[in-house]
């Protein structure tokens, strides 16, 4: 009765709090189980952004549950983001699920889980399903440190909450309403975090938020001009240990002179930034209650590009938000080739209800979003042949991961986060080693570890 098979939709904070799930649960006792068909307890953690992701996670919940006829035990539980966003709703749908869980509340799912499991043993009759989504003060710390557990895998690179939620309101997006207000996690258990995922051989640091830049302007005041996001940057910096850190998202408006000035003297902030445009029209922009305009945005890619001219690029659009014409799509293309992204996720505009964009008319067509999805699609196609192009036959540094797909190679990204596969001793896993790109497809690069002169432990 303590298989936990644990499924993740959606963005790298859901992939963070399911990490924080699964330690919990395994400090508990409970086994985390990769096959979902070995499992006594299926956790959806789910995503709300899209109608598709949605979709996606109520019909796998829907599928799932008719297990329960043969095997009468069986405990299925909905996490995160349709859980606060739905709530007891989602029994009209779906009526055999016995945990919905909402994104304040992840800390709780081991206790009702505990709970679950002696109604079950004690044979008492299956009762109401249990329901949390209440807000939870001093959220921002409920989930907390990486648990590592004997049978976890070694880490090379974390994930680490600093802030919770969001108060920008875009007018597109259901975030502000599942993750609730912005609440930023104190910077010394922060940096306390970090410390102790550097003891345990983490080289590569993620700080992770809603909007990063944003972070602590109500706890903590500017030093010298340096934002508090800044200063917790420089402090995780100073942390022996930590090679290289990135962070996701930024939020072009608070992307400010001293964090463009951090790349020029912060050496293990890594050459990637991904900064959220999501069109490339004034009045699209203004439409989103997004407030900034293109002209801002390109300064900020220039001044970064000044500081670093290898930095890499990555975005999200949204194309085909309400009223969007060709015009205002043109200039989202422009702008979008431009910028010379890397990557970048693209979305077509879904309707959330309860955002202000629901309420607009003037829908634009699938087809049409569909078509200038692939406009963008075919840019960011050519942009990375051209980037993979320009890197055949140099060196990078790549901080060995582990095993690939296939379990065959080697993965791990570079600075710029390219994945690479490669041949590599499993003791590499871990380290920061020189690899020489001999091959690339759209998405991976393939070379071969120049050793010669790299010491091995
Ligand atoms: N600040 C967050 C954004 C979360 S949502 C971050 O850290 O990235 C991720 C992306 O989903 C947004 O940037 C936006 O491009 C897209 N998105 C949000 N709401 C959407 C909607 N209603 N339709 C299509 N895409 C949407
Ligand atoms: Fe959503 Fe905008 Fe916040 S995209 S998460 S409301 S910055």
Redesign the pocket.
């Known amino acids: 009765m303590n298989r936990v098979y644990i499924k993740t939709y959606g963005c790298q904070m859901n992939e963070r709090d399911s990490d924080a799930v699964a330690a919990m649960l395994r400090a508990r006792g409970y086994r985390i189980v990769q096959d979902e068909n070995a499992c006594d307890i299926m956790l959806l953690n789910t995503c709300s952004v899209r109608d598709a992701a949605e979709q996606k996670a109520i019909g796998k919940a829907g599928y799932v549950s008719h297990r329960k006829k043969h095997q009468p035990d069986f405990v299925l539980g909905i996490l995160g983001c349709i859980a606060q966003n739905r709530g007891a709703e989602l029994l009209d749908k779906l009526p055999d699920v016995d945990l919905i869980v909402g994104t304040q509340k992840f800390h709780q799912v081991p206790g009702y889980l505990d709970n679950l499991r002696a109604a079950r043993e004690a044979g008492v009759p299956i009762g109401e399903t249990i329901i949390d989504i209440a807000e939870e003060a001093g959220s921002q710390n409920t989930i907390k440190d990486h648990f590592v557990s004997e049978d976890a895998a070694p880490q090379v690179n974390a994930f680490v909450s600093i802030q919770q939620g969001?108060n920008?309101?875009?007018h597109f997006?259901i975030?502000?309403k599942t993750r609730g207000d912005e609440r930023s996690r104190p910077m010394d258990e922060i940096v306390a975090e970090c410390e102790t995922l550097a003891r345990r051989g983490v080289k590569e640091i993620t700080l992770l938020g809603?909007?990063v830049t944003s972070y602590g302007r109500r706890d903590y005041a500017h030093t010298a001009g340096v934002s508090p996001f800044v200063q917790l940057i420089e402090k995780v910096h100073a942390i022996d240990g930590i090679e290289r850190i990135r962070f996701t998202s930024p939020?072009p408006r608070g992307f400010k002179e001293d964090l463009v000035e951090a790349y020029g003297r912060l050496p293990k902030l890594c050459e990637y930034v991904h900064l959220?445009m999501q069109s490339g029209s004034n009045r699209i922009l203004k439409a989103m209650n997004r407030p900034y305009s293109r002209e801002r945005y390109k300064e900020i890619v220039d001044a970064l590009r000044a500081v670093r001219p290898d930095m890499y690029f990555s975005t999200d659009i949204i194309v085909g938000f309400p009223g969007e014409t060709d015009e205002e799509f043109e200039q989202t293309r422009e702008l979008f080739e431009a910028c010379n992204y890397d990557m970048a996720y693209i979305f077509k505009y879904s309707i959330r209800s309860g955002t202000p964009a629901a309420e607009l008319g003037d829908q634009i067509l699938d087809e049409v979003k569909e078509r200038r999805n692939q406009v963008l699609l075919d840019i960011l196609r050519k942009n990375s042949e051209r980037r993979n192009a320009i890197l055949l036959g140099t060196v990078e540094e790549v901080l060995v991961e582990g095993p690939d797909k296939n379990g065959l190679r080697f993965t791990g990204r570079t600075r710029g986060n390219r994945v690479t596969v490669f041949d590599a001793d499993p003791r590499l896993v871990g380290r920061l080693v020189p690899l020489k790109i001999d091959r690339a497809s759209v998405s991976t690069l393939y070379g071969e570890l120049q050793l010669a002169g790299v010491e091995s432990d």
């Open positions: 969001c920008m309101d875009c997006c975030v502000p809603q909007i939020h959220p």
